[in-house]
């Protein structure tokens, strides 16, 4: 009978684990309560005493009643397996390099990430957009547009032009000449055909009403977002 008792506990006291993992993911505080009283009776002495053993499997069935009703006064959104990674993604889903070189875009990282798991596709992509105004800042400094919040028209112009210039060495002045951009060229130039594209696809529209995102749009708008945001983690920093 002690075995018996023993392995019943032990099953028990795995239940009460899963299940108080469960209330720490969750709101539950009524069922963490009880879950902190169950613990406190299964740390007590193996004992026959029948009294005893059906307080401990009374209090356990209570338990998941509890945990029902607590559940019923919530609203959950499903989440698809191959997005549940989004939703619980943190500060480095577009890579540690990004996270480091250009810390205030995590939080709209981490927006991005949550909002293309639960299926919301025009905020995914105006997260990005202000992960994307992050990385136009870093490029607004290298060409040296002194702005907090440049728009982006005057940086790609300044950066077309930077690259242009260093083309004709018989029309540039030495303010239209930047080591970096003319040792980079070919990064540079990526630069400025992402934004310009970027610019008219994605920003212009998503300000406006009326425009909607799909799944597949979403998707592919993330995805570019942390290609070029690691891209630029290569050469920039903010």
């Known amino acids: 009978l002690e075995q018996y008792l023993a392995d019943r506990y032990g099953h028990a006291r795995g239940a009460v ?8 993911r969750l709101p539950l505080p009524v069922s963490k309560g009880a879950i902190r009283e169950i613990k406190e009776q299964m740390e007590r002495p193996l004992t026959t005493d029948p ?3 059906s307080a401990v499997m009374w209090s356990l069935d209570n338990l998941s ?6 559940l019923k006064c919530m609203e959950f959104m499903p989440v698809a397996p191959d997005r549940r990674d989004y939703l619980f993604a943190q500060a ?6 990004v996270a480091e070189k250009f810390p205030p875009s995590t939080v709209d990282i981490v ?11 025009t905020a995914c992509v105006f997260h990005c957009m202000r992960v994307l105004e992050v990385g136009i800042r870093a490029v607004s400094e290298m060409v040296g547009i002194a ?3 440049p728009n982006w028209e005057p940086v790609i112009a300044r950066l077309d032009k930077l690259l242009r210039m260093d083309r004709d060495h018989l029309k540039r002045t030495s303010s239209d000449y930047l080591p970096e951009v003319h040792d980079n060229r070919e990064f540079y130039a990526g630069v400025s055909a992402y934004f310009n594209g ?20 979403a998707e592919l708008i993330l995805s ?3 290609g070029f945001m690691k891209h630029l983690a290569i050469r920039l920093h903010f």
């Open 51 to 53: 009294i005893a053993i």
């Open 147 to 149: 702005d907090d919040r």
């Open 65 to 70: 009643k509890t945990i029902g009703r607590e």
């Open 17 to 24: 684990k899963c299940l108080e993992t469960l209330c720490e």
């Open 92 to 97: 480095d889903l577009f890579g540690v390099e």
């Open 111 to 121: 927006e991005a990430g949550r909002c293309f798991a639960l299926r919301r596709n």
């Open 224 to 226: 570019a977002t942390r």
């Open 198 to 217: 970027v610019k008219i696809a994605w920003r212009n529209r998503v300000m406006h009403v009326g425009v909607e995102y799909t799944d597949e749009h």
